[in-house]
């Protein structure tokens, strides 16, 4: 473990010639721009780094992460990037991954006061308040976390494609799918949620937009 500010300069350094020994016009190469193919939607939690845990290098994700890996309509951080990465950079991939034992989900689902995070984590209340009868009747409170956890993964995915990025980019006819995961700490494994939305189709009429032509 790191405990050192100076230590990060080292283990820069040591990772700028290790790269260098496997390819050594790698940095050359990714200082000429970036083509990820996917969008990484994560938690903010320091355990689940997005390349690390996908085995990926650098150049090859996009990334966004704030508290249990939210996607908040008026959060303008998460729509300018999901906005760069869809029309900009023209990924074909979006993933919104969740970690069991998330902190953020577990606060949610109490009732004591954090602090301003409290008005964050409200989000997620509303995700309990959908499920409320499933998730009352699991009577083990580790299960009943992590099933939040699913659930809530499931509902920022939804809420992904109620955006008009996303619904624009359908409509567009562009390749775009958007997938749920969540990653165990316990195991390091990565498990699919099943929920791959690759159209407008799939979204609830209320919430469904009629594309707009120039």
Not at 22 to 43: M, S, T, V, Y
Not at 58 to 63: A, R, S
Not at 98 to 116: D, I
């Amino acid at each position: 473990m790191i405990r050192t500010y100076q230590e990060l300069f080292a283990n820069n350094k040591k990772w700028v010639d290790e790269r260098k020994n496997l390819d050594p016009a790698f940095f050359n190469k990714l200082a000429e721009g970036q083509r990820p193919k996917f969008l990484w939607i994560g938690c903010s939690d320091s355990r689940v780094p997005a390349n690390v845990v996908t085995g990926t290098d650098p150049g090859d994700m996009f990334v966004h992460r704030n508290i249990a890996n939210m996607v908040i309509h008026n959060d303008m951080s998460m729509l300018s990037v999901l906005d760069y990465a869809v029309n900009v950079l023209e990924v074909q991939h979006v993933i919104v991954c969740g970690h069991y034992g998330c902190g953020g989900v577990a606060a949610a689902m109490g009732n004591k006061q954090v602090g301003l995070i409290d008005n964050w984590l409200r989000y997620i209340k509303d995700v309990y308040r959908l499920h409320q009868h499933e998730l009352n009747a699991i009577e083990d409170p580790a299960q009943r976390l992590n099933r939040l956890i699913e659930l809530n993964i499931q509902e920022q995915v939804y809420g992904l494609t109620t955006t008009t990025i996303v619904q624009n980019a359908w409509n567009a006819g562009r390749p775009l799918q958007v997938h749920g995961m969540v990653y165990d700490l316990k195991t390091g494994l990565l498990k699919d949620l099943g929920i791959t939305i690759d159209h407008a189709n799939a979204v609830d009429d209320v919430y469904r937009l009629e594309p707009v032509y120039a």
